[in-house]
């Protein structure tokens, strides 16, 4: 079961009101517990520095809307040339944003910008790319780490969750590269806490101690300034 449905269209409006987001997009099946298990694998990120319980909680938790918002904050467009108007796309739209035929458009006044039009369509005639959104994407002038933190604010709230940290095969990039990636350093274990930002804390200063240090550190600053967490944190060594 995918927690925001097939194509993304099945989220849930998360009221925080912090910096970024008064609301933000989750999927809708996480409403239906109160208490999960987080499993993260610690390591580098291009965007953010590095990734590990908060980013798993934002990007893990986001529906397809959340993610694109996290990313570039924009709603998608048709490119008429590639649409065959097969009207998959309007069948997907919970808001009737979509409008299917010689010129097809989308209704930016209507849309919401879950994504579920793009992720559907088998022509690639939907897309939010541009010159400006990559740079959006890639972090150029667009506060990703700050928006990263609040969808982990919102995945979490109202939850009692505990957070596994994995740092072992530790990369420099991320997991979702999707391809073999060199160790930089050695393992240095699993960690466990119920506060996201105290566990990314943890590994990122052990991370540092063994002579790696990760970029991403207003993460923490941010993080505790929206109250997701405490940096503070007391390492207890199980043997």
């Given at each position: 079961m995918?927690?925001?449905?097939?194509?993304?269209e099945?989220?849930?409006e998360?009221?925080?009101?912090?910096?970024?987001f008064?609301?933000?997009?989750?999927?809708?099946?996480?409403?239906?517990?109160?208490q999960?298990?987080?499993?993260?694998?610690?390591?580098?990120?291009?965007?953010?520095?590095?990734?590990?319980?908060?980013?798993?909680?934002?990007?893990?938790?986001?529906?397809?809307?959340?993610?694109?918002?996290?990313?570039?904050?924009?709603k998608?467009?048709?490119i008429?040339?590639?649409?065959?108007?097969?009207?998959?796309c309007?069948?997907?739209c919970n808001?009737?944003?979509l409008?299917i035929?010689?010129?097809?458009?989308?209704?930016?006044?209507?849309c919401?910008?879950?994504?579920?039009?793009?992720?559907?369509?088998?022509?690639?005639?939907?897309?939010?790319?541009?010159?400006?959104?990559?740079?959006?994407?890639?972090?150029?002038?667009?506060?990703?780490?700050?928006?990263?933190?609040?969808?982990?604010f919102?995945?979490?709230?109202?939850?009692?969750?505990?957070?596994?940290?994995?740092?072992?095969?530790?990369?420099?990039?991320?997991?979702?590269?999707?391809?073999?990636?060199?160790p930089?350093?050695?393992?240095?274990?699993?960690?466990?806490?119920?506060?996201?930002?105290?566990?990314?804390?943890?590994?990122?200063d052990?991370?540092?101690?063994?002579?790696?240090?990760?970029?991403?550190?207003?993460?923490f600053?941010?993080?505790?300034?929206?109250?997701?967490?405490?940096?503070?944190?007391?390492?207890?060594?199980?043997?």
């Open positions: 995918f927690a925001d449905g097939e194509h993304g099945n989220f849930a998360v009221e925080i009101n912090k910096k970024h008064k609301t933000f997009k989750i999927g809708k099946a996480f409403l239906d517990y109160d999960l298990l987080i499993l993260s694998h610690f390591k580098g990120h291009d965007i953010a520095g590095f990734g590990g319980a908060i980013k798993q909680l934002s990007m893990g938790h986001a529906a397809k809307g959340g993610k694109l918002a996290m990313h570039m904050g924009e998608p467009r048709i008429s040339r590639k649409c065959r108007q097969c009207n998959l309007k069948s997907r808001v009737d944003a409008n035929g010689k010129k097809s458009y989308i209704d930016k006044d209507k919401i910008g879950c994504g579920a039009c793009m992720a559907i369509c088998p022509y690639k005639a939907i897309t939010i790319m541009s010159i400006r959104n990559i740079a959006k994407f890639i972090g150029i002038g667009h506060p990703f780490i700050e928006k990263v933190v609040e969808g982990a919102a995945a979490q709230l109202n939850k009692h969750n505990i957070y596994m940290n994995f740092a072992m095969n530790i990369t420099s990039g991320c997991d979702c590269i999707g391809k073999k990636m060199t930089i350093m050695e393992d240095f274990g699993i960690f466990i806490s119920s506060d996201p930002v105290a566990i990314d804390k943890a590994c990122y052990m991370a540092k101690e063994k002579g790696k240090k990760f970029k991403g550190y207003k993460t600053a941010y993080a505790e300034s929206i109250g997701l967490g405490s940096a503070e944190y007391t390492l207890h060594e199980l043997k």
